[in-house]
């Protein structure tokens, strides 16, 4: 038996700058004390980020929505940034309560909806000096499921490198270690290339499941799942999907309204890939099979 008689594979893709129905920057900044002798390059470094973000989501200008907390002593109540508005920092002083900016971040992606890009971006320059425990990873399920990016910059040598490594590799996203402020922007690439989790669930025709969490970027577009056999299913999102040879590929809806354009309709689908939808009345996000 052949490869192509063996399975159908399935090709999907969510481009999500396009299809979320809103662009949410959370942005957590470190301002304790030791920020004080570099504050004007601070400053100027997250006004560079700010007009970053805006640029690199010219396109959707009226969906995005940038806000911020700032961490000391304590973390900041939520604000958000006006229009026109760059300027984030104040000023520097107290302790660093880095543990809690990352249990706050958790709760406030927790807040977010599957159907908006989430962006987080964390900096800080030290270790938390506050009495609160580390972050337990368990308890840290909504950045596990994060629909975005998340860049965690540390600035020096004297930051917590690995809760840093850990909370980007929980989060799927960037740990990015800068020397100098300055050079935050510089390594901030690709800001609009966002990254999608999806639920995948494998069933044979014996009713066995296959969990597979996968994370993948716009900037992939196209990926594989593994091939499904007649009578088998696969569960994308909570949409179930079997095995079928008698419809073409085609895109599903949108659910938040939006249209699909831009990437998702650049690109080329190839192949047998077959299958049909059995719950026709459930939402599905834009995904390409």
Do not use: W
């Not at 995005?64 to 520097?92: A, K, M, W």
């Not at 629909?147 to 980007?168: P, R």
């Not at 494998?202 to 091939?227: C, F, K, W």
């Not at 080329?268 to 599905?284: A, D, H, M, V």
């Amino acid at each position: 038996m052949s490869d192509e008689e063996k399975g159908v594979p399935i090709l999907f893709a969510k481009p999500l700058e396009v299809c979320a129905s809103k662009i949410q920057v959370l942005m957590y900044l470190d301002t304790s004390y030791s920020m004080v002798a570099q504050l004007p390059a601070y400053r100027m470094a997250t006004q560079d980020l700010v007009k970053g973000l805006r640029e690199a989501f010219s396109r959707r200008a009226s969906d995005l929505h940038i806000r911020y907390r700032t961490f000391s002593n304590r973390v900041s109540n939520l604000n958000t940034l006006e229009p026109d508005q760059t300027n984030i920092i104040q000023g520097c002083n107290g302790f660093t309560a880095l543990h809690e900016a990352i249990e706050t971040t958790n709760h406030d992606i927790e807040n977010t909806s599957k159907r908006d890009i989430t962006i987080v971006i964390l900096i800080t320059d030290g270790h938390d000096t506050s009495s609160k425990n580390k972050p337990n990873k368990e308890h840290l399920t909504a950045m596990q499921r994060i629909e975005g990016n998340t860049y965690i910059i540390g600035q020096g040598e004297a930051y917590d490198h690995d809760l840093c490594e850990e909370v980007a590799n929980i989060t799927g996203g960037r740990h990015v270690q800068v020397d100098q402020m300055q050079e935050i922007m510089q390594k901030l690439t690709s800001l609009d290339t966002v990254t999608s989790f999806y639920e995948v669930t494998l069933t044979d025709e014996n009713g066995h499941d296959e969990y597979m969490p996968i994370r993948v970027s716009n900037e992939q577009l196209l990926r594989e799942l593994p091939a499904i056999n007649e009578g088998e299913s696969i569960t994308i999102d909570g949409d179930q999907l079997f095995a079928h040879r008698s419809q073409p590929i085609h895109r599903t809806s949108v659910s938040s309204g939006t249209a699909c354009t831009d990437q998702a309709d650049d690109s080329t689908i190839e192949g047998n890939g077959l299958f049909e939808k059995r719950q026709p009345g459930s939402q599905s996000k834009c995904v390409l099979m």
